[in-house]
């Protein structure tokens, strides 16, 4: 079966404005989610950069519509980007600056070609920002609020994929040509349109289960505010700043700060078998426990989907052992309690500020890779980390 450049290019629009209008209402329905605004912009424009080329597809003469193509697809993978930091509550000042150069160079690539620069009149410069953009994508989803979250790891194939594909294309563009047969055959319109389909009905189901994870099963953790209520547990980069001045006061006077990491790591399986209220009811029992039994003066951070941490200055290892297996058992009282529910498994692990370990990072990610490995233990229930 041979496909022409303008059946594609329909077939592509379809896709891409059927998702996006999915997407787009699903994020009308939620409430103060930024994350699937930026997002939902992201796909505004794509369904533009959509309609441009399927316009020029059939009118070549419309040389303008390439211009908005190149600068809607580039300003797509833009605001994913924004959405990503956004969704680790990073900035995106510069962010956003770095986007909209992308975003006009793309556009004025084509301005300066003009109308005789044919389909291909500025694709190197297009080319340039849709690897780098969704590189820097790539690399947000691997760390923040998203470390932990098992699915963001879907949305970081998404983004690695169309850049490392679009810095390949601009590497044969270069090279060959886009008249060449390598080019049309392996890179050209119709191979690039069915990449494009693939990622964006992954990364519209992936973007929708992570909302759902950060929204709904994880909560809005945030600080308080007027008109907010604080549920006592810290959004991650908040547990991980004070969790670093407490380190850093500790080190001066020659004590030690252990972090404790709580795992449930399977609720999303609970979620798939029992239902979402069933999880949300074995979440906050968990929550509950451990903030009724850890230390009054300790900060309890959110650690990602399956995970909560917290922080207390303690006397020696042994002292740190045994706040964790009191956290362990205060945690299987509080699920047991919890009315016609699966007890799901529970890692907790131990970290300490010492000599190779002192910053707030390398705790908490210590600390979450021993309960990973208590959560698989027949020996102990608490693993210190080493």
């Not at 074995?282 to 959110?302: E, K, M, N, Y």
């Amino acid at each position: 079966m041979e496909l022409d450049i303008a059946t594609v290019s329909v077939m592509t629009a379809i896709v891409v404005i059927t998702a996006g209008i999915l997407f787009i209402v699903e994020t009308t329905l939620r409430e103060e989610d930024a994350v699937g605004r930026i997002w939902s912009i992201a796909l505004l424009a794509g369904i533009l950069a959509s309609v441009s080329y399927a316009v020029w597809s059939f009118a070549p003469q419309t040389w303008g519509a390439v211009a908005v193509g190149n600068a809607a697809f580039v300003a797509s993978s833009g605001f994913m980007w924004l959405g990503c930091r956004r969704f680790s509550n990073r900035a995106v000042g510069w962010a956003e600056t770095a986007v909209i150069v992308f975003t006009f160079a793309a556009a004025a690539a084509v301005v300066v070609r003009g109308p005789d620069g044919g389909g291909w009149a500025g694709a190197e410069v297009m080319f340039i920002g849709l690897a780098v953009l969704p590189g820097a994508a790539a690399w947000e989803t691997l760390r923040g609020s998203f470390t932990g979250i098992r699915t963001s790891i879907a949305l970081a194939v998404v983004f690695g994929v169309q850049s490392l594909y679009y810095l390949v294309r601009l590497l044969v563009l270069l090279t060959a040509g886009p008249e060449s047969e390598t080019f049309t055959v392996w890179w050209g319109t119709i191979p690039t349109s069915v990449l494009t389909i693939v990622l964006t009905i992954v990364f519209v189901v992936t973007a929708s289960v992570l909302r759902a994870e950060r929204a709904g099963l994880r909560g809005r953790r945030r600080l308080a505010a007027h008109g907010i209520a604080f549920t006592g547990v810290l959004e991650p980069i908040w547990f991980e700043r004070f969790l670093a001045d407490a380190v850093e006061r500790a080190d001066s006077r020659d004590e030690t700060v252990a972090v404790i990491s709580t795992r449930i790591d399977d609720l999303a399986l609970v979620t798939t078998a029992f239902g979402a209220s069933e999880a949300e009811n074995l979440r906050t029992a968990w929550h509950d426990a451990v903030r009724l039994h850890a230390p009054t003066q300790t900060w309890i951070g959110d650690d990602g989907a399956g995970g909560l941490a917290l922080s207390a200055v303690v006397e020696s290892e042994a002292d740190a052992r045994r706040l964790g297996a009191t956290l362990h058992r205060a945690i299987y009282d509080g699920l047991s309690g919890v009315e016609a529910s699966v007890i799901p498994v529970l890692g907790v692990g131990v970290a300490l500020s010492d000599g190779t370990r002192k910053d707030a990072r390398s705790l908490i990610d210590a600390a979450r890779t021993a309960a990973a490995e208590a959560a698989i233990s027949d020996d102990t229930s608490v693993v210190v980390a080493r």
